[in-house]
């Protein structure tokens, strides 16, 4: 097992940043490959985060209501 990063990602060319509107799982729920685990605002556009891992959510770092930079940290899973 490996713990991967879930990251804030890039919706657009001009994105630098979005807001964590809220969080679809909780710590200690598996996720699937492809299943909502976030959703963000970004460039006037609201949007579901998918996961690229399938795995055990372990830690949620991002709080919902802030914003984050394209790239940082929102939380961590672990691989099955």
């Known amino acids: ?10 919706m657009g060319a001009a994105m630098k940043e979005g807001e964590l509107l809220n969080w679809i799982i909780k710590v200690g729920d598996h996720v699937d490959k492809g299943e909502g685990i976030c959703e ?14 399938s795995g055990t959510l372990v830690e949620i ?13 929102l939380a961590y899973i672990e691989e099955d």
């Open 61 to 73: 770092v991002a709080e919902v209501g802030e914003t984050y930079e394209v790239g940082s940290v």
């Open 1 to 10: 097992m490996s713990r991967q990063e879930i990251n804030m990602p890039r």
């Open 40 to 53: 963000i605002q970004a460039e006037k556009m609201a949007a579901e985060i998918e996961s690229i891992y």
